[in-house]
């Protein structure tokens, strides 16, 4: 696995927050290799630094050190269209993530029209289509969808640009458990039409097993231990934290 | 006519809008329902289109030229026949003059809030959005405005630029900016880190798209509320300067140079700087009513998310 040419590379990545004159380091040197088609998860509890990875991926958060590689180059800051076209983020709070004053519609062509993409009735359509959606509720605004129907929609504008890498943060922990496992299923069955690579993150070790064929399991900011998706179904964990954490979501896991 | 309207009605409430349009209508008609269950906010609407008609039809509804002096009937109390509210001290109807002030109390009003309110707006947003030395910079300039009173900076104004109603609107537009740009700035901190702005940035819009696609629809409805709140005030400086002889000029009825001409004989014809008080009242309150009731619908925080 190593050895395939990696699509995300990082090395040796901190992030570096400054507090009212406090540094806070929320990442202190991650390193992670996610291949081409592939799923990776990120587990750890909150505050462990997994969500700020992937702002640090998209520019949002100030990288200190280390480097980040899409394709094997490394981005560019700021990120730029290039980036946008190839790395898109689904959030984790659908409720936040969505303008409240824009339809569907408005939300969903934004980003044909910042890459100047025409026959955008077309595309909105077949993006609703795609998530699962019906075409009716494209003139609709937030207020007027549930929690799952808004991260549908939120799912369908990061698949607009037909990027390569999706980043997942958390997309389901804010959702019903009825509405998580639809969530969940929709993503996988995109990632196989277009074969999309996932690097995804959660608290929910269930999720990840269910999701991801490697984990990256982080504490405090660093990384911990890194499994296969064999090493974690059979509990063929090295470190103690990897082993509680995994203890403490094995229950669910054994029913999925 | 009961088929129509109530299909029309029903096309107002459908949930799955055909085109942006609807949508945009059956936003604005949810708007309006939740706005007319307020009776007070409703007389605020009422005192508004009322001053606009007037306004409008302000040369059929006047009984006489505002300006033609009739110094025969100077001083007519109110109630006097073809002379309801009385006549001034040149003979001239104050009915007709209060008509007819009412064109340049709107004429103020819209020119100030087509100006001040977006200067503020574009400098709060981008401040706002940028923070930094931009910030800085910009917001000191807002300081430097609003640490002078509004009135005394635009005497200051107008005694620069002469006196007269253009230069009157200048000086109020100049001085009524800030608040609006402290307001923008303020909306603005609270939706710049959030994800559907870190999500419009990721899909690699530039600032400009950011602020005027994404911030500023945001913002609009705090700016919009300060905006009625404050169209009284902007009324009150005007007549201010008129009353004040630096604002519009003689024989031109505007409602303060009403109020200043009759100051002269205040006690014994008590009617001639009453009648436009009431009127600058009246106007002043309806603004009022009406931002309040705005507030309750256009409030994002109480209209639920």
């Known amino acids: ?90 959030f984790q709070d659908p409720y936040a993530s969505l303008h409240p004053r824009h339809t569907v519609d408005r939300t969903l062509s934004e980003p044909l029209a910042i890459h100047g993409i025409g026959d955008r009735d077309a595309r909105v359509m077949t993006a609703l289509t795609d998530v699962g959606l019906p075409t009716s509720f494209r003139f609709r605004y937030p207020h007027q969808l549930s929690g799952g129907q808004r991260q549908r929609v939120a799912i369908a504008r990061a698949l607009m640009l037909k990027p390569q890498i999706l980043l997942l943060d958390e997309p389901t922990s804010a959702l019903d458990a009825s509405v998580q496992a639809e969530v969940l299923n929709l993503l996988m069955r995109l990632r196989e039409e277009r074969g999309l690579t996932f690097l995804m993150v959660s608290h929910d070790l269930a999720v990840i097993d269910h999701m991801c064929d490697r984990v990256l399991v982080m504490q405090n900011g660093r990384a911990v231990e890194e499994l296969s998706r064999t090493a974690l179904a059979s509990a063929q964990m090295q470190t103690d934290y990897a082993r509680s954490l995994f203890a403490a979501s094995a229950d669910r896991m054994l029913e999925g | 006519m009961t088929m129509a309207s109530s299909s029309w009605s029903t096309w107002l409430r459908e949930p799955n809008p055909a085109s942006r349009l609807q949508s945009r209508l059956v936003q604005a008609w949810l708007s309006w329902l939740r706005f007319r269950r307020n009776p007070l906010a409703m007389i605020g609407l009422a005192i508004s289109v009322a001053l606009v008609l007037m306004s409008i039809f302000a040369p059929l509804l006047a009984p006489y030229d505002p300006i033609a002096q009739a110094l025969g009937n100077r001083l007519l109390p109110p109630g006097t026949p073809g002379h309801w509210m009385g006549t001034d001290d040149f003979g001239r109807d ?190 002043s309150l309806g603004f009022n009513l009406l931002g309040d009731g705005l507030r309750d619908v256009l409030d994002p925080r109480s209209s639920g998310r």
């Open chain 1, 1 to 90: 696995m190593g050895d395939v040419m990696a699509l995300i590379e990082i090395e040796n990545l901190s992030v570096t927050f400054n507090a009212n004159g406090r540094r806070v380091r929320a990442v202190e040197a991650v390193s992670l290799k996610v291949g081409e088609k592939a799923s990776f998860g990120l587990v750890g509890e909150s505050g462990s630094g997994k969500s700020t990875i992937l702002r640090a991926i998209c520019g949002l958060a100030p990288v200190s050190a280390g480097r980040i590689r899409i394709g094997g180059e490394a981005v560019q800051s700021p990120r730029g269209k290039a980036f946008s076209a190839q790395v898109q983020m689904v």
């Open chain 2, 94 to 283: 104050i009915w007709s003059r209060i008509l007819f002030g009412s064109r340049i109390t709107l004429y103020i009003v819209l020119l100030v809030i087509l100006t001040a309110p977006v200067v503020g707006l574009i400098i709060g947003t981008v401040a706002g959005y940028f923070g930094g030395w931009i910030d800085q910079v910009l917001m000191r300039i807002t300081d430097i405005f609003l640490a002078f009173p509004k009135l005394i900076l635009a005497l200051a104004l107008v005694a620069v630029l002469g006196p007269g109603m253009v230069n009157a609107v200048l000086a109020i537009a100049l001085t009524s900016w800030p608040p609006y740009a402290r307001v923008a700035r303020a909306e603005t901190l609270t939706v710049r880190n959030s994800d559907y702005i870190a999500a419009v940035k990721l899909q690699g819009a530039g600032a400009m798209r950011v602020i005027l696609g994404h911030v500023m629809p945001m913002c609009l409805p705090s700016v919009i509320i300060r905006v009625t709140l404050d169209m009284a005030g902007v009324i009150l400086t005007a007549a201010g300067l008129g009353f004040l002889g630096l604002g519009v000029q003689p024989p031109m009825p505007e409602w303060g140079l009403m109020i200043s001409a009759g100051r002269k004989f205040l006690f014994e014809q008590w009617w001639v700087a009453t009648m436009p008080g009431l009127a600058i009242f009246i106007v």
